[in-house]
């Protein structure tokens, strides 16, 4: 069966570093991937989207990367903020699975002074 | 704009009973989800609407759930006969289409079955 884990121990980190998030994912052929953060309370907000054909993808201080050889995404949150503390979700689409996203079950992220 | 919204914001109900979730998704989306988390659980899918597309209902429970959605408006989640399993919170997404665009959540409905 399908499966996506991402690390279920909270990653904390000092302001200012490198935040770098594993996604990984077992029996899928993806079409493409998704990350999401997610605050206490709230519905999660969307980030980033890299496609299977796509090998890196920016948005200002955040970076993913794709590797479906190694079926790994990388999340990186780059010079990291306090406000940057939240639990980002990974969700993958896959292909014949039609438009339905399939999602891990985050990891927390702590940034701390 | 106007976001993803859902109602109630909290639901406590008794075991046996049924309710009612709903969603108004961004207007223009055509595309609209359903999801269910567990506390400290991941999203679950439950159900997607695409235009007047018969819905992909894959991720349904049970027949104790079931969805419907008026053309591409709001859309009501409706689970029977409650069980003390079905307490989490319920998530509605929309996006402009299917397939490779972003979603965009609303802040969910606390559902507590006692």
């Known amino acids: 069966s399908q499966k996506i884990e991402q690390n279920s121990e909270a990653l904390n980190i000092q302001e200012g570093k490198t935040a770098t998030l594993t996604c990984n994912y077992t029996?899928?052929?993806?079409?493409?991937l998704q990350w999401y953060r997610q605050d206490p309370g709230r519905g999660p907000v969307f980030l980033l989207l890299i496609r299977e054909n796509e090998k890196e993808k920016r948005k200002e201080r955040l970076k993913v990367t794709f590797d479906t050889t190694l079926k790994q995404s990388l999340f990186h949150i780059t010079a990291s903020q306090p406000a940057d503390s939240a639990t980002y979700l990974c969700?993958?689409?896959?292909?014949?699975?039609?438009?339905?996203?399939?999602f891990g079950t985050g990891t927390q992220l702590k940034v701390e002074l | 704009g106007a976001g993803v919204s859902q109602s109630p914001s909290n639901k406590v109900t008794e075991k046996g009973k049924d309710v009612e979730l709903r969603c108004d998704p961004i207007?223009?989306?055509?595309?609209l989800y359903w999801y269910r988390q567990r506390l400290g659980q991941g999203l679950e899918f439950l159900i997607y609407f695409q235009g007047n597309s018969a819905p992909d209902k894959s991720g349904l429970p049970s027949d104790r759930f079931s969805a419907e959605r008026t053309g591409e408006s709001v859309s009501t989640l409706t689970i029977q006969r409650t069980q003390q399993e079905d307490s989490a919170v319920y998530l509605c997404?929309?996006?402009?289409?299917?397939?490779?665009?972003?979603?965009?959540f609303g802040p969910g409905t606390r559902l507590t079955v006692t």
């Open positions: 969700a993958l689409t896959f292909t014949g699975g039609g438009n339905k996203l399939t």
């Open positions: 029996n899928y052929s993806p079409a493409y």
């Open positions: 207007s223009g989306h055509t595309a």
């Open positions: 997404a929309s996006s402009p289409a299917g397939g490779a665009y972003e979603q965009y």
